[in-house]
């Protein structure tokens, strides 16, 4: 999601013995409520935000081919912004909850949207190996038990809230 995915996924740290059951998205995403702004609360580290230091943003726009527009941003450490851009597309349209975003073209990777408030007032993305998560709010910051609310599921999903680096947002 944030700063692109690529293909060639692999899974996070398991060992031999642990075994997770596939990765399940939400029942169904009403497309018109999620799309607009989405701040970063926090994500499982990689290479496309390393020089990302503080406001990451995503921004979701509905274009008229029935894709959607995404637009990634966040501050570097010396102050300059950087963006990122590219069109989803849903490739499950039962659910609106799996979709394949290209930053890179011609490489694409799954956007799946793992967890939803039902006022969509956060979300949980990754992909199906779970190699990449994030944590994303309506606000800059999350009310912290709504956080540990999120953590708590995400566990139950098979991810590991320890690797979560959380991410700074200006306060507006």
């Known amino acids: 999601m944030i700063f692109g995915l690529v293909a060639g996924f692999f899974a996070a740290s398991m060992t031999m013995s642990q075994t997770l059951p596939p990765l399940t998205t939400v029942p169904s995403v009403d497309l018109d409520r999620y799309t607009g702004e989405w701040f970063e609360i926090a994500r499982y580290p990689n290479r496309f935000e390393n020089d990302c230091d503080s406001d990451v943003t995503a ?11 995404v637009v990634n941003s966040c501050r570097k450490a010396n102050g300059v912004p950087k963006e990122s851009g590219g ?24 956007y799946w949207i793992v967890d939803l408030d ?5 979300a949980v993305v990754s992909e199906p190996k779970r190699k ?26 098979g991810f590991d809230p320890s690797r979560l680096i959380m991410t700074k947002q200006a306060t507006h």
């Open 132 to 157: 990449y998560l994030w944590i994303l709010s309506r606000t800059p910051q999350m009310d912290p038990a709504q956080y540990q609310q999120v953590l708590s599921r995400i566990r139950q999903l």
């Open 87 to 110: 069109p989803a597309k849903v490739v499950e349209s039962k659910t609106n909850a799996k979709l394949k975003v290209t930053f890179f073209w011609p490489f694409s990777g799954d």
């Open 59 to 69: 921004v979701y726009t509905l274009r008229s081919d029935g894709k959607i527009q």
């Open 118 to 122: 039902p006022d969509y007032r956060y």
